[in-house]
């Protein structure tokens, strides 16, 4: 077993007498991408500052690439915040190399990077521009540049994709994938399910400063089983919600999602949706990491 | 602490404070405003010399045709007097047509000369406008000529030579181990005022220009990320070393300018001189210059420290502003105590507040220009101050470490002072 890139043990943070982080365990095998899931204000912000030594936790240890100081290895590390911030009367290249320039690299190495992050990130024509003169999006992207151009071991992302439109959004997710293939470990925090599905291997679901459910997402599905069926029929649950052996039903707009009792037999409910409705698709799928997301928090959530 | 990261930082924070539109602004604006001011106050003075009309009423003191003689005497301004008359009582009846000529403008002002007990005369002088210090210097002086002149009549005296007397200036001369110097107070005030005025510039522009990148640099999280190359000691140095920098190059410029343009303008700046007695070389001697060099760079350390003390507690640019006052007092209250200090330079309360650390920069510029203090205690206060200077960075790096967990809220006093502490 390999050690991992990060490795949380019982963290315990409070701030003003609220516990933020309640005895959470996290595991980050190296090199994969790991999702940090959960609603707001579960804790997701506080655990990454924790594992990167923003923090010092009230209780527990952070292992973070094997060393139990973050801050020993703090520039193997990247971070990008969920709060989008630059130097705002800064000069594109000026910033990054500045910010690579700090991680250690000498100034000629950290110019070239500079330049090379920019063309990569199509802002090559922008270099002398002001960072408060460029879009969001672009801002974002420069951002990103400036969380791994040190190429970390690490990198953190927290909603790296918010707010972006879909070519950048897929640019992004290609650069995210570049790492991984470099062997880096990402670490994904976000509220962005298809992003999750698409990219992550292994999950961590937060919720109220806890670890409720962690590990591969293979796993996770698997232990959930086959147990929906997705329905197109031009309409909406209605009458689907009432046949036996439907957990719930869950409308996504074209597409109807019924999640099966544990018992139920796929076929039996199949037929049942078919003398029902006029059926233009209908298919038996493993349930997305939305559902169990879904259903997880739902089951924590304190009874009222 | 890394000596490359403390100067990456320094640099970076360098360039930005002197890229700033406030820095350019300033650095060009404070000589020009300065040599506007130098030039414009001759210039003012001449101005107010405008011809005045003034009545004198005499209640029977006989002194008034002599007054009215005297008026007509003065130079600069003109005085036309319009009339001079004897009246009964100076009561309002008699004084109402008087107020009334003033209302509409037909007279500047008139004198009320009356009998009193203890001396020549109770002598009032009823204007729009009383507040021009030179023109009550004249006036003052024409009623007193007057009243000596009744005086010495018929003594063989001429009240021409009593007025001269009267003239006479008193030259200062400070004398220390290092020998003599003219000038005292007036030289002593004007340097520190500078001073205090140079320094409370550069550190208004540089010190806030670097707040408030230090409140951005919270806001935006972006903080986060350089923490996560540099340590909190590392960038508090950085920020301070680059704002430091920043202000020297101001400070530097402004000497350049200043030297420059006293070397040009030497024969415009002899006439204005002559007029305030103001006398150039005894500002420019080296080691007065040495001093406040000095002094200038450790005062505006200290201070740009404290503007970033009150920067790291902020959460917002809203909150840094009702804050900058906390870090600007220090200064005003030091430029009040210099002030006093500069008319009881050698006493013990002198003495003790000049080595305060955040009163040495300017008490002890004071204390330099009026009389030299002896030599240990200037080191003494230049120790004080940079350890003070020191210690505060420092204090201010392990409070920032401490403040930057804090989001919406800010540390309260005693939190701060527990963080310091531990």
Redo the contacts between chains.
Sequence with gaps: MTTPALLCRQLIKTF?GTRALDGLDLSVEPGTIFGLLGPNGSGKTTTI?TS?G??KPDGGSVQLLGSSDP?AV??Q??????????????KLHEQLA??A????LSAAESARRASAWLDRVGLGARAESLTRELSKGNQQKVQFA??VIHDPELVVLDEPFSGLDPINSRLLKDLVLEQRAKGTTVILSTHRMEEVEALCESICLVYHGRAILSGRLRDIKAKYGRNTIAVEHGGGPGVLNQIRGVQACDDGGREVRLRLEPDADPRTVMRAVLDRVDVSSMRLDEPRIEDIYLETVGAAEPRR | MSPALVFKVARREYLARVRSRAFVLMTVFVPAFLGLYLLAVPMLGRSSSKDLRIAVLDAGTGLGTSVAERLRAIERPHITVTETSTIEAADPAARAPYNAAIGDRALDGYFLLERADSAPARVRYFAREGGNPVLMRELRLAVQTAAIGRLLAGTGVDSADVRRAQQLDLAVVSVSDRGEREGGFGIALASTMSLAMLLYMAVLINGQGMATAIVEEKSSRLIEVILGAVTATEFMAGKILGVVGSGLTQLGIWMIVAIVALVQAAPALAISSAVSGFDLSAVLNARLLFYFAVFFALGYFLYSVLFAIVAVTCTSTEELGQSMMAAILPMVVALMVAISVISNPATTATRVLSLVPFFTPLVMTARVNVLMPPLWEVWLGILLLVVTSIASGWAAAKIFRYALLMTGKRPTLPELIRVVKA
């Design positions: 003003d500052r990167l923003i923090y801050l703090r520039r590390t990247g971070y990008l915040p969920e709060e989008r911030g630059l130097y705002a009367r800064m500045f910010l320039s700090i991680r250690g400036a969380a």
